[in-house]
């Protein structure tokens, strides 16, 4: 594995869990498909990799402090983020919503028009 830069990344808990799972998956894999019978290789051998895990314990996302979340509904800062919206895909809104909810991204961006509002000023799904 090698990032985009070309870097080697940090082995993590959960890269390891992704590299053993992915390798035993296409190892068990050979079995049911006959490779392994085909090219002589002992299913003691392909199941012997051992397995990653689960899951990791879920990360609790830590919301915005005041400074930080003032910072990022700044009007001028709004303002520029409308104008580098050329096709007027509501980059703001989504922003706002983002923020003000403490959504994920592809939550907010999958939510109906009817689905958000604001009640006495503030943002709510």
């Known amino acids: 594995m090698v990032l985009v830069d070309g870097r080697s990344p940090t082995v993590t808990d959960l890269s390891c ?3 053993f799972n992915q390798a035993r998956k ?8 006959g490779q392994a019978e085909r090219l002589g290789i002992d299913t003691g051998f392909l199941t012997a990799i051992p397995f990653g895990g689960t899951g990791l314990k ?4 830590n919301p915005f402090s005041d400074d930080v979340a003032r910072a ?3 009007e001028a800062n709004l303002r520029r983020l409308e104008e580098l919206d ?7 809104d989504i922003w706002e919503t983002i923020v003000a909810t403490g959504r994920r991204c592809s939550e907010v961006v999958g939510l109906r028009l009817d689905c958000i509002g604001r009640y006495r000023g503030l943002a709510m799904l």
Do not use: E, K, M, W
């Open 72 to 74: 990022l509904t700044d």
């Open 17 to 19: 869990q992704f590299v």
């Open 58 to 61: 879920q990360r609790s996302r």
């Open 26 to 33: 296409l190892l068990y894999s050979a079995i049911p498909a």
């Open 86 to 92: 050329l096709n007027d895909r509501g980059l703001r």
